[in-house]
């Protein structure tokens, strides 16, 4: 037996004086440490449905569920998380990965109910003990050391601004296959940005087979959709959307309420820039019967291109006019080549081809054939031209010769540089009038010829909109137009072309306040401070802003059966004008960008495939 | 079977009995002359769920395959991801996990110390004990913001840095425990039920010990210093001092006053790692991406550390997936709970086999996975 004191027991009385080591609930309360895991409570606010929290739970406990009259709107779903407490194990992986940072977690652990379906909550702002938001004690929070998402972009490589100057080349470089991985490695699968495509590409689904590395399957997403829903999603101009899409799907992107939004856009362009284009045969392969009808579509912009391939698809046989020499039309003679040079276009086009289309260069509809003769030819004609008359600003001075329109110099810029046209006449110092993209094409253009042929950049930038960020522009092509020289002057309206005096010769651009660009309506109503004057330099005036259809080739007959509103062709979801056998889209009905017109010629091809099919 | 032999089943329901396990006995008089361990109560497949989950989501679901000490779970799967993914932790994140294992092993070495007391009867052990215990569960709520499941290394580190302040309530604590566990040695130890009930018991020598697998406390009340921290050291063991108590005995009060003396080297480690730790970083990416894909490089690791228990192990396979290929756990209690129920509770009474399971550390859902 051990030594023991006979007194050694008593050091446990001293315990009798201390207080009890429990608490008394629910009389004593004991509060949570700072960064307790305890329930949920959401922002709606701030949270978009976006479905990660669901994803990363380990133990399924959080599903998503459909909110009755929750608003719509673009990068948002109608859809909140809802959590299971008999399932939930506290890991609070959902507040790590949270993309909006709206989920987080609460220090209240005790909750008690009679009612079994109480244990299934959807989090809002005030828990599941229904506080005051202001009253709920926030517990674990993500913090940048446990954030369970990859906010920064994989940037592929990129010319330096004084580099890319000296020539047309396309200056961002593709991702390297481990670049793209990595980047494809930031992808939640929300599908939001499914949802904001006009074409409702399926973006998650390519994004996850570049990060699996299965181009094959990559590619099919892109040039196939859904197969089983008539392709829907796909996109036949993907080549070209992955180099100069709008890329609406990125503004919305799940990441880019905390981070970079996934580079979507590049990442379409890696998938198609990797497979050498006689492999797209072998993998994507369309078996449809030949169906005898003939279709006749007008112009071979990216909205006829586009119904083209579809219409390829379901077996039509169809026949593509296009007045210029080549096929692609703003795609081919509006966008500058250093960022869409013709061999990615021609990549595109040929695929397209190769599905029986045939695409018939320099026959101008109206000039070269007749509308009624393709009336005759074919079962339905498509309407594609899209706006290629620009618009002037018709101020004192502008129908001087140097004062010109954007859309046919870029053209001849392009064809000069294919080598099929002369040198287009630059001057030393140039005026841009307009804050689109045109504008941003045409000045960046310029300033490449002036640096090849004068050694320096002399471009100056001028519009209405006040800021860079009213500018419609997209805020890469000015950040990067800045980059290269260009000068960017917001907030003025042109009044008048000032001469030099007794000289036919352009001195340079008087210029005027602009206060407001739209008014309360958000109507476009220009207002200006006359007071306020400002000049600009320059030898040559070049106007951007803004285009217009050209409906010369209508006839008549047919014109006036047709409803417009504005400038714009009135249509039917299937892109069908009140002519049954005509169908339009592209510029010429939705607009403003590819990819809309991509989508228009998808909805085209499947309401000229149901009018077809109701006509037999 | 004879009139005199009858078969009685310890566990699972009993309040004698540790976790869900159970054994079945076959007894003549008081004597079990035949015993089988059933595991399987707790069996939920823990290591086949593995394969079918994310590398990041793994991190919730393994601490519960040991109940009372989660963190030696995460800290083998983090230990052997990093070292198929070849990544170097950064070496706050390394102190942080060591601080969380040995308040784990105190909190753990408290909790069996008070399950001791159920089956001797000895109620003072339990109510002190588990008490203390909790005092070390409130140092886990703050630092990472659960009591029981922790789920706070993962691969790369841990999940947050420590809270301010945190390491001046450790520091308090061990000044406590310290004093405690001399108070427990006094009171605890020395007690009379606790020396009738426990000398001579349970007794395992270091050939069998051996021969079984038995690691850890087990092992160590035979004479054998083994202790993986010093024989093969993992994380920094190598750069803190510390000693390996032993005892000769190879009974189970052997084991059970080894448990205060651990105890007290892991307050002795604690605060020497409250001193060494270094400011920085405290997690690092084990791949690129987030945390829905996360890649661990093809591969395979073994890592393990010691346990309260003994040697306590992950094999993780992985085939370059997002979700491990095969993971394979080594509960330290396998031996002991298994082969040692079979081979050495035959002989002794009734009433010495709960003592057998809770002084070797018999732990049900490592043994089931």
Known sequence: ?616 | MSMGEVKLFFGPNHPGMHGNFSVHMYVEGDVVVKARPVPGFLHRGFEKLMERRLWYQNVALIPRICVPEPDINEACYAMAVEKIAKVEVPERATWIRMLVLELARIANHLWSFGGIGGPIGMYTSMFWSVSDRDKVLDIFEELTGARIYHMYIIPGGVRKDLPTGLEEKISKLMDYLEQRMSEYETFILKNRILHTRLKGIAKIDTETCLKLGVTGIGLRATGIPYDIRKVDPYMFYDKVEFDVPTATEGDAYARISLKPQEIKQSIRIIRQILEKMPSGPVNIKISDGNGLRIRVPKGMAYAKVESTRGEYGYLVVSDGGETPYRVAVRGASYPQGLYGVEHLLPGTRIDDVPIWLDSMGVCAPEIDR
């Open chain 1, 1 to 616: 037996m051990a030594e023991k004191s006979f007194f050694a027991p008593l050091i446990a009385w001293k315990n009798i004086f201390e207080k009890p080591v429990t608490i008394k609930i629910p009389k004593e309360k004991r509060e949570a440490a700072p960064r307790y895991r305890g329930f949920h409570v959401n922002n709606w606010e701030k949270c978009i449905g976006c479905g990660t929290c669901a994803k990363i739970c380990p133990t399924d406990a959080i599903t998503m569920v459909e909110v009755p009259d929750m608003k719509q709107e673009y990068g948002m779903k109608p859809q909140r998380p809802a959590i299971d407490y008999g399932r939930c194990s506290f890991c609070a992986m959902c507040v790590d990965i949270c993309t909006t940072g709206s989920l987080q977690m609460t220090r209240e652990y005790i909750f008690v109910s009679d009612n079994p379906e109480d244990f299934y909550y959807v989090p809002t702002e005030k828990g599941i003990l229904r506080k005051e938001p202001s009253e709920i004690k926030i517990g674990w929070t993500r913090e940048a050391e446990n954030d369970l998402l990859d906010l920064e972009r994989v940037v592929p490589e990129h010319l330096p601004a004084e580099e890319r100057l000296n020539s047309f080349v396309e200056f961002v470089k593709v991702y390297s296959k481990q670049q793209a991985i990595a980047e494809a490695a930031r992808c939640v699968e929300c599908g939001i940005c499914t949802d904001r495509c006009p074409e409702h590409m399926q973006i998650p689904q390519y994004i996850k087979a570049i990060w699996k590395d299965d181009l094959k399957d990559a590619l099919k997403w892109l040039l196939k959709g859904v197969e089983e829903q008539n392709n829907f999603g796909a996109n036949p101009l993907s080549g070209v959307c992955g180099r100069v899409c709008t890329h609406r799907c990125e503004e919305v992107c799940a990441i880019s309420h905390r981070g970079e939004a996934i580079a979507i856009r590049w990442l379409k362009r890696y998938i198609t820039d990797s497979i050498p284009t006689e492999m797209w045969h072998e993998i994507v392969k369309f078996n449809t019967p030949k169906k005898n009808k003939k279709i006749a579509i007008v112009g071979s912009g990216p909205a006829g291109l586009s119904a083209a391939y579809f219409l390829a698809t379901m077996g039509y046989d169809v026949d593509i006019y296009e007045a210029l020499n080549r096929p692609g039309g703003v795609m081919r003679y509006g966008i500058p080549r250093y960022r869409l040079p013709d061999e990615a276009l021609d990549k595109d086009i040929a695929f397209i081809e190769s599905l029986g289309v045939r695409i018939i260069t320099g026959v101008a509809v109206g000039k070269d054939i007749s509308f009624e003769e393709l009336r005759s030819k074919y079962d339905v004609i498509f309407i594609s031209t899209g706006l290629t008359l620009g618009r002037s600003t018709k101020i004192p001075g502008a129908d001087h010769p140097d004062v010109v329109q954007a859309l046919p110099l870029l053209r001849e810029i392009r064809d000069y540089l294919r080598g099929e046209g002369p040198e287009p006449k630059i001057a030393k110092r140039v005026v841009v009038i307009g804050g689109g993209n045109v504008a941003m094409d045409i000045a960046r253009s310029v300033a490449r010829l002036q640096k090849m042929k004068f050694g320096q950049v002399n471009v100056i930038v001028t519009c209405l909109e006040r800021t860079h960020e009213e500018m419609p522009a997209d805020m890469e092509e000015i950040e990067e137009a800045i980059e290269e020289g260009v000068k960017i002057y917001p907030g003025w309206g042109p009044k008048e072309v000032i001469f030099y005096p007794n000289e036919d010769k352009i001195k340079g651009l008087k210029c005027v306040k602009c206060t407001e660009v739209f008014d309360e309506n958000k109507r476009f109503n220009p207002k200006f401070d006359e007071t306020e004057i400002c000049y600009y330099d320059g030898d040559m005036i070049i106007e951007a802003i803004g285009q217009a259809p050209d409906y010369s080739y209508l006839p008549d007959e047919w014109k006036s059966k047709i409803q417009f509103v504005g400038s714009r062709i009135l249509t039917n979801n299937i892109r069908q004008t009140q002519i049954p056998w005509l169908f339009a889209g592209g510029d010429i009905v939705n607009g403003p960008d590819i990819i809309h017109g991509v989508a228009d010629g998808y909805w085209a091809a499947r309401g000229i495939d149901e009018y077809l099919r109701e006509q037999k």
